[in-house]
């Protein structure tokens, strides 16, 4: 379950989006003292997406996306404009299939089915 406050990361990351953003000097910047007041509803917003934010999985995303931004931005935008700049999350590799030895299986199968047939015989017709 992800908890309401965003973690460190996360949030270090939209400030340093969002004050970079502010040091372009795009058109329609917010006013200085209305920066940490934005930067702060960018996380809130960002955060409460439905999206499990992983460390691990999403840093580099974030950061790509505020890279794409800054190359092209002439206007400030909103957090949805910026989420249209997330790069998907990078695909991981699946897992092997487990190995199991096929008369181990057999034999667990048998015994199930033993099980069953020993259900069966002892229920009330």
Known sequence: MKSEQPPL??????ISGVQTLYGLNVANRPAADQV???AEVWIETLWSKNI???QDLDSDRLHKAF???FGEVSEW???AQYMQHLPPRPKQQALPP????AEKARENIAKIQAMLRDKIKTMPH
């Not at 990361?9 to 939209?14: E, P, R």
């Not at 487990?98 to 030895?101: A, I, R, S, T």
Request: zero cysteines.
């Open 98 to 101: 487990p190995k199991y030895p």
């Open 9 to 14: 990361w996360f949030a270090n990351i939209i």
């Open 77 to 79: 935008i909103t957090p």
């Open 67 to 69: 890279r794409a931004i």
């Open 36 to 38: 940490i007041p934005l």
């Open 52 to 54: 499990g934010w992983e």
